[in-house]
């Protein structure tokens, strides 16, 4: 697939409503941070409506450009897209040959059930609880206490108390 055109308009109604949401997110930790010092620390610091005032002045201008510079990218991008050709993605089926990621899940999974099994093997259990809570032992059990056994490779099962 190549990507050879933007839609300047899209690109802009886009980023302002981005930038928008991002500017209320940023305004109301600022506020929230300038109430709490106001409270910790009074007169140290601008009051919350001070802050609140010099917030909204940033986030409208950083809205506005924001918003400027994204149609400048889009119109930009059209038009050196008409001389090189714009971009290829190339989508897929062919999961034949796993992905760096799968590759390294993979490695770290094999880690972590190793780490686990060297670390919780042999530690012990205390069942003493269970005859008071009136639960049964599994099987040649000791009543004191047991052996911890680590999840193995294939299943990812939590740790089995054997």
Known sequence: MRIVETNPWSVTV???????????CAL???LTASVILDILLPGAWPTPSETLFLGTVIVTLEVFLGTGLA???SLMYNYTAQFSGGVEV???DDLSEPTPVAQALRLMRRL???AWQRLYTRLPVDFSHTKRLGLQLPPGQPEGKAQ??????????PPVIT
């Open 112 to 114: 972590h059930v190793r």
């Open 14 to 24: 886009t980023s302002f409503l981005f930038l928008g949401a991002l500017g209320m």
């Open 71 to 73: 149609c400048l990218c």
């Open 90 to 92: 190339a989508l897929t």
């Open 28 to 30: 109301g930790s600022v």
């Open 148 to 157: 911890r056994k680590g999840p193995d490779e294939t299943d990812g099962a």
